[in-house]
């Protein structure tokens, strides 16, 4: 089955009450390549929602706490818990999601029997975290689903779709019970610290790789694999963090803290952190919090 590829700021969304499963209120995939904001709070009283980040990360509030979800884990937001927020702000990354009505489940759940249903959704409903990482496979299977769903209704096309949605469910459950371990391996570790400490310097990947030993297309691979991200992405990300701080901390002008991160123009960083903030820098530094004592210079 080969991969659906969603559309650029699309959501791909289906309900499965079409197809003899009212019990799967949404089922969707939504790519983001710009940061966006979130216009107030939502609150599912009766359904249970599932969110695998595909590629790259977000912060999302659930229930008051902060979680910060990261390529190949899930998060888990219970019926009736408030999640989002008006002004919170969705950073670009591409997650799929399921919304399962249970507290008022129908007599039929996903086709199984009755005493398979309870099981499945009893220990969907006692998952041991709100976050966790997804074993292998969960978003393939996902994407999977997604394409079942769009070639067909038919008989057995319900019954795959079905069949494919318990599973997932499934490795869901054993993925969150089993031990958590980092899966960072330490080339990856070494480059993000580096990146982290020098987000202004340029990072040559050739030349990273042939230090710890691997080659530079095996680097590439791995680090986005392993944070769902590019490595030129991933130091955007880390120099628009370092912006908001300087926006913050000091006097600096707009056009010196892109020179002194290594945009190659105002415009340009402007563009870029517009993209990750829903802000232009102006605008961000207009409406945080600055500290009186805050310095000048870059």
């Given amino acids: 089955m080969k991969r659906v590829p969603p559309a650029k700021d699309q959501r791909i969304?289906?309900?499965?009450?079409?197809?003899?499963?009212?019990?799967?209120?949404?089922?969707?995939?939504?790519?983001?390549?710009?940061?966006?904001?979130?216009s107030d709070f939502e609150r599912h009283p009766q359904e249970l929602e599932l969110v695998f980040v595909k590629r790259g990360d977000f912060r999302y509030p659930v229930a008051g706490k902060e979680y910060h979800v990261r390529?190949?884990?899930?998060?888990?937001?219970?019926?009736?818990?408030?999640?989002?927020?008006?002004?919170?702000?969705?950073?670009?990354?591409?997650?799929?999601?399921?919304?399962?009505?249970?507290?008022?489940?129908p007599a039929s759940f996903l086709f199984l029997k009755t005493s398979?249903?309870?099981?499945?959704?009893?220990?969907?409903?006692?998952?041991?975290?709100?976050?966790?990482?997804?074993a292998p496979g969960t978003g393939e299977l996902f994407e999977e689903i997604v394409e079942r769903i769009r070639s067909g209704s038919g008989p057995l096309q319900r019954l795959a779709i079905a069949a494919r949605i318990?599973?997932?469910?499934?490795?869901?459950?054993?993925?969150?019970?089993?031990?958590?371990?980092?899966?960072?391996?330490?080339?990856?570790?070494?480059?993000?610290?580096?990146?982290?400490?020098?987000?202004?310097?340029?990072?040559?990947?050739?030349?990273?790789?042939?230090?710890?030993?691997?080659?530079?297309?095996?680097?590439r691979r791995t680090f986005r694999k392993e944070l769902g991200l590019p490595v030129h992405d991933f130091q955007l990300e880390t120099r628009v963090e370092e912006a908001k701080r300087m926006l913050i901390a000091t006097q600096s002008t707009v056009t010196e803290i892109a020179f002194a991160l290594g945009f190659s123009s105002s415009q340009y960083f402007s563009t870029v952190f517009k993209r990750y903030t829903t802000q232009t820098p102006s605008e961000f530094r207009q409406h945080a919090e600055i500290p009186s004592n805050r310095v000048a210079g870059a």
């Avoid at 219970?78 to 008006?86: I, K, L, T, V, W």
């Avoid at 398979?116 to 997804?134: C, D, I, S, T, Y």
């Avoid at 990947?205 to 042939?210: E, L, N």
């Fill in 71 to 105: 390529a190949g884990e899930i998060l888990l937001i219970r019926p009736g818990e408030s999640h989002g927020g008006a002004g919170h702000i969705l950073e670009r990354c591409v997650h799929y999601w399921m919304k399962f009505r249970v507290k008022k489940a």
């Fill in 13 to 38: 969304r289906f309900d499965l009450a079409d197809l003899g499963m009212p019990e799967v209120s949404c089922i969707g995939i939504y790519e983001m390549t710009r940061a966006e904001r979130y």
């Fill in 166 to 219: 318990a599973a997932w469910l499934t490795l869901l459950v054993e993925s969150a019970q089993q031990p958590s371990h980092s899966q960072i391996s330490q080339e990856v570790q070494a480059a993000t610290q580096l990146i982290r400490n020098h987000p202004s310097d340029y990072f040559d990947v050739d030349a990273f790789s042939q230090q710890h030993g691997v080659s530079a297309s095996r680097f």
């Fill in 116 to 134: 398979q249903a309870r099981l499945l959704l009893r220990a969907v409903e006692r998952l041991p975290g709100r976050q966790f990482k997804a």
